[in-house]
Nanobody, 120 residues
Framework: VQLQAFGGGLVQPGGSLRLSCAAS????????MSWYRQAPGKEREFVAG??????????FYAGSVKGRFTISRDNAKNTVDLQMNSLRSGDTAVYYC????????????WGQGTQVTVSS
């Protein structure tokens, strides 16, 4: 499985950005996709996730982004998006999309990361 993330950039506090992740390859092996982020000097942290194949498709979020970020999937296009609103300086990080292997139940597949900078 190959993942490619798009959409990062520089935005002012309170602004919005939309990230997109395109999956290709052995899509059948995926059962969930998520976004993670890593800020300078910090560990990578979970941001949002959603089931991929089957499942209820209900999203789940880290508490720090709930109510501001929305994750969605498009199985026809093999994409998962992250709409980020009311951005704060604390959201500045490199954002990664990741896919979980349904057999190992591990997030084995990772995109290259896209930089999001929130600054005035």
């Amino acid at each position: 499985v190959q993942l490619q993330a798009f959409g990062g950039g520089l935005v002012q506090p309170g602004g919005s950005l939309r990230l997109s992740c395109a999956a290709s390859g052995s899509i059948f092996s995926i059962n969930a996709m998520s976004w993670y982020r890593q800020a300078p000097g910090k560990e990578r942290e979970f941001v949002a996730g959603i089931s991929w194949s089957g499942g209820d498709g209900l999203p789940f979020y880290a508490g720090s982004v709930k109510g501001r970020f929305t994750i969605s999937r498009d199985n026809a296009k093999n994409t998962v998006d992250l709409q980020m609103n009311s951005l704060r300086s604390g959201d500045t990080a490199v954002y990664y999309c990741a896919a979980r292997n349904q057999y190992s139940r591990a997030y084995e597949y990772w995109g290259q990361g896209t930089q999001v900078t929130v600054s005035s």
